[in-house]
């Protein structure tokens, strides 16, 4: 039996399987994972229960369905940047991406004018006869279209940028500003008029997603199982992907790129492969979200909305995928609640939040937790 | 350019004429540079003397300025990093660099031939002969204990071992070792130069030192570089007693005492 | 016509005497049943110089004008309750109490009236002692090409004390020239020798109708050279808006580059420097305004500029000590936290200031030097400009000769041999923050001659100016100097091209694409810098 390993700084982790191995690390685990794996099994069923029992309005199911969409883009981030130390700041811009996408075949269903146009891209235009529906609208109006779009779309962008950004080695915080960079210059372009995007007011309103109105009861709370239903898949596609080789690799990248690099491999590729899935997800996040929300528009991607999933993640724990959804989901639900409450001070509390846990908390909720557990363990042990 | 005595030039391992300049400066001015199949060469120099840089031209991390690399039967002047160590280049750095998140294992898992390819890492496994390969070399060098352990924890000397380590497992045959021997304590050392010694006649291995009891242990070829270029070859015992060695390490109008 | 002659001929001798104060005149005639006293007195009220009648013809033209007990007054209300105000013509000052509809006689204004107050308007302005209106009305007069205006103009051609309203007066009467075919040539002539651009369209308009050859010649040339003349203007012009644009990001990019590429910090709350030395200059204006006199007020504004300098320095110098210093080593993380803070930052200035505030620009930068026809500096940008200047020389005579750039710059290179050595090098660290964050200050109270104060202005300079810092090489000022020069140029050139926010995205993906094939910047870092 090995001795005792130092849980302070192992970020790696572990694999769901393991949860059965066994030993002290496996009473660890139990606590920092089966828990966090509970609190998924309530998302799925136990908040529909208690919107039957009445302990809480569709209202906030439907929020809850929103921060779940967060939390999918904050594991994509954790990814990216938690295990591969790629800090991309231009999450948002994607998950926009993926809810323009959706958004746009919702409006093609929803109330037309003339010819055909989406009652959304006609509120902007000020052009009322004459106009003809754009060309690139036009296939959106299928639903297998634009799902392939939501992923297509963001999935592209992020390769080649990725691709050709770190091909010229850029990386650290150059790459970091240069995301922020290219979401600005997205947010510029999707705030024109011309562009025949809807322009600022972005696409509104959403009223049927394939033949289901949006604003029945009953196709909300479905869209919230939907949106669980994706995070959890998540949880379990990013909890796999980490424990194989690849994650592996990506960890591998975050801490010795050079020593990667001269033992053959091409990190090029590596992390080309994990910023287009970081992407990918947020895009489908943005696609959920889109209908839930009755709207998207540019202001979804403004520099701040970003830099928001780095707090969550680095509030929840960066490299524990966990953490991330802990982060997602505590801080929007903290933001729910203060805003109704103490409106004024929710700037200054995210702020300082995110102040505190760089300085103080590096590793997160999540983090503290697993350190607390190897510090009982370790006193545990001791004969 | 400088002298340069003994060597064939049928080496595995050649470099001709190699310049490298930096903003002016020139690091490296080598007339021939050659290491026999097989063989361990010890390369040792004062500070700035071009050691590292040496190294970088081989592995291909620097381009020279000119001059040409040849390694068994390829030109790799031109070629890639990743290319070369794709040869069967491995390269221990100055200071070791290890994945510190992963365990010892997984670090050794990592460094296996094959598998480079994205896809090919998201499904199977490393097989059961691989896995005792690995467990042989850990025991090897004394890294058996620490196997589930992640790298962070492992001493200084360890990590030295563990990057060694991970050059062997990947199949590499020529190693660049730069300064296996910083801050290992004397037992350590020892055992460092026992493994290096280990590795002479199935690897080729360059390795620069500036401990010259780890180098008296090795018993190998010492080439000496100072400003660039090679100032003296031979035994330790031929080149410790070069007048122009003396004068590079002691200074001037020094008598060696 | 003989009266219009004579009234011509008075209008001459008025303006011939020069502008003094003006005549009075009497309004009543405008009531009078015949035509030509009515005529006259519109004529005199032209020639009268006094600007107050302007408003009054115009309410006239309006049949605002009444006769009430033998003089003329205005009333402006709608008279459909039956009342009205009557009011002074001159002072609108009320005249006593309201008067009934019954009261007041009409005054009749037709067709001629109107055009006649039109042309006494007219007069009115090119007389008046205001500069700004007079050339204004020159322009006008001047674009009427008919010989009225002619006539009017060239005394003022030759007298007027303005130069620029000279220049106006004589364009103005080259155009009327045109149109007589026999002075046509001259007239060309003349008009190029002025660089009169706007004379374009007349001169092209006269080049169709024409037949003589020689004349069109003339014009032909007189064409090309005012052509040619106003592409130099606009190279000139886009030039000074480049060097304009590009100054604040390259005085802020300075500082993030002394921060960034001396110290290695990447400071994202740099944005906020520019917000603190801003509002700091704000708050010495109020200062000035509430304690000192008036004839103060000019001089808050170099107070402001070392206030704002003074206040982001000390802010910076803070931030350094409470956040950054715990972060060295830590790019990613000084990156997040100094976010955090930037966010604090604005969310108290925003709670204190509200969200926007104006400054009036001080009195003596209105305006601009016009160095030559139709190309105007404002003064405000060649300010900005100078204080760029200032600030490169500044950084640059700081860091190369004196001994407190020399610690910096040894500190940077080496901080455990300058430690060794008795530096102090954590006060340098304090002191080269305070250095970076006192310019991205100043370059705040610059800003502030070109807009209003928002909490979060200092935004939309932070990602720009560290693309600057990056494309221009990290750590080396004349880099950043050169690209902060070229993104502020090569944002303008585009703009006529496409509009500002597709220039601005062109712009930041030249950036982009430039880093892709250039990582390290236009000048890289000497020797074996690490990357970040």
Known sequence: MSDMPSGMRYATVPPLLRLYRGGWRGAALWTDQALPGLALFALLLGV?????????????????????????????????????GILSLCQAMFFTIGGYAVGMYIAMQGPLLGNGIPEALYVVSSEIGGMTLPAFWQPFGHLGFALLMVVLLPGLLAFIFGYFAFRSRIRGVYFSIITQALTIAMWLLFCRNDLQLCGTNGITPLKTFAGFDLTDPVVKIALYEVSALALVGTVLLALWLTGTRFGRLLLAVRDSEMRLRFAGYQPVWIKTAVFTLGAVLAGIAGALYTPQNGNINPADMIAVKSILVVVWVAVGGRSTVFGAVLGALGINLLYSYLTSVMPSTWPFVLGGIFVGVVLFMPTGVIGMWRRLIAKAQTVKAVP | MSDITGGTRADFLQLTEITAVFDGFKALDVNYFGVDRGDLRVVIGPNGAGKTTLCDVISGKTKPTSG??????????????????????????????????????????????????????????????????????????????????????????????????????SGATLLLVDEPAAGLTDHETALTAELLSELKGDHTLIVIEHDMEFVRRLNSRVTVLCEGRVLSDGTLDHVSQDPKVMEAYLGRGKERT | ????????????????????????????????????????????????????????????????????????????????????????????????????????????????????????????????????????????????????????????????????????????????????????????????????????????????????????????????????????????????????????????????????????????????????????????????????????????????????????????????????????????????????????????????????????????????????????????????????????IGVWLLLTKTRLGLLLRATTQSRRTAGSLGVDTRRIDGLTFALGS??????????????????????????????????????????????????????????PFVQTVYAKVLVLGLVILFLQFRPQGIFPPRGRLADV
Request: with cysteine; hydrophobic share 50%; proline share 5%.
């Open chain 3, 1 to 392: 016509m003989n009266l219009r002659i004579i009234s011509v001929l008075l209008v001459l001798a008025s303006v011939l005497c020069g502008v003094e104060t003006p005549d009075a005149v009497d309004l009543t005639p405008l009531s009078s049943d015949e035509g030509p006293a009515r005529s006259a007195a519109l004529d005199a009220i032209g020639a009268s110089r006094e600007p107050r009648l302007i408003p009054f013809l115009e309410d006239y033209r309006q049949n605002s004008a009444w006769l009430l007990d033998g003089k003329i007054v205005l009333v402006l209300d709608s008279l459909d309750d039956g009342q009205g105000q009557p009011l002074d013509p001159l002072t609108r000052a009320a005249l006593g109490a309201p008067v009934a509809k019954s009261q007041l006689a009409e005054v009749p204004v037709r067709m001629k009236e109107r055009r006649l107050a039109g042309e006494a308007i007219d007069r009115l302005r090119l007389a008046d002692p205001n500069p700004v209106n007079r050339l204004n009305a020159v322009v006008r007069t001047g674009d009427g090409f008919t010989e009225t205006a002619r006539v009017m103009l060239v005394p003022i051609a030759a007298a007027d004390e303005v130069p620029a309203i000279r220049r106006a007066a004589a364009e103005g009467v080259a155009m009327a020239d045109l149109a007589v075919p026999a002075s046509r040539a001259a007239a060309a002539g003349a008009l190029a020798t002025l660089n009169s651009t706007r004379s374009l369209t007349r001169l092209k308009d006269v080049l169709a109708t024409e037949q003589d050859d020689a004349t069109k010649v003339a014009v032909n040339l007189a064409i090309a050279d005012i052509t040619s003349y106003q592409s130099r203007i606009r190279v000139a012009q886009t030039i000074f808006s480049g060097l304009s644009a590009g100054s604040i990001l390259i005085i802020m990019a300075l500082g993030l580059s002394i921060t960034f590429g001396l110290m290695g910090i990447i400071n994202m709350a740099h944005g906020e420097m520019l917000m603190v030395g801003a509002y700091a200059s704000l708050l010495v204006s109020w200062a000035f305004h509430a304690w000192l006199p008036a004839s103060f007020m000019p001089w808050y504004f170099p107070v402001g500029v070392i206030a704002g300098f003074g206040a982001a320095g000390v802010v910076g110098w803070l931030l350094e000590l409470t956040v950054i210093r715990h972060l060295y080593g830590r790019p990613l993380e000084t990156l997040l936290a100094t976010w955090g803070i930037s966010y604090l930052l604005i969310q108290t200035v925003r709670v204190s200031f509200g969200d926007n505030q104006a400054v009036t620009a001080p009195g003596w930068l209105v305006g601009g030097w016009e160095p030559s026809p139709d190309l105007v500096l404002p003064w405000n940008r060649l300010f900005i400009i100078m204080l760029t200047a200032v600030s490169i």
């Open chain 3, 438 to 495: 006192g310019l991205a200050g100043a370059a705040g109270v610059a800003l502030t001659l070109i807009g209003g104060l928002k909490p979060d202005m200092g935004q939309e300079f932070i990602i720009d100016s560290f693309l600057t810092v990056a494309a221009g090489g990290v750590g080396n000022l004349a880099g950043v100097v050169w690209a902060g020069l070229g993104l502020g140029i090569i944002n303008k050139l585009l703009e």
């Open chain 2, 68 to 169: 040409r690399v040849v390694i068994g039967e390829h030109d790799v002047t031109t070629w890639r990093d990743a290319d070369i160590s794709a040869l069967g280049v491995g390269r221990k750095f100055q200071t070791p660099s290890v994945f510190d998140s992963l365990t010892v294992y997984e670090n050794m898992e990592l460094a296996l031939p094959g598998r480079r390819r994205v896809w090919q890492n998201l499904f199977g496994s490393e097989t059961a002969a691989q896995r005792e390969q690995i467990d042989a070399l850990l025991t090897r060098t004394h890294l058996i204990e620490r196997r589930n352990h992640p790298a962070l924890d492992l001493s200084h000397g360890q990590r030295q071992w563990l990057e060694i380590s991970m050059l062997m497992v």
């Open chain 1, 48 to 84: 529909p229960m208690a919107l039957a029992l009445g302990w809480c309005d569709e209202a906030f199911v439907s929020k809850l369905g929103r921060f779940c969409c967060f939390a999918i883009m904050a594991i994509g981030l954790d990814l990216v940047w938690g295990y591969t």
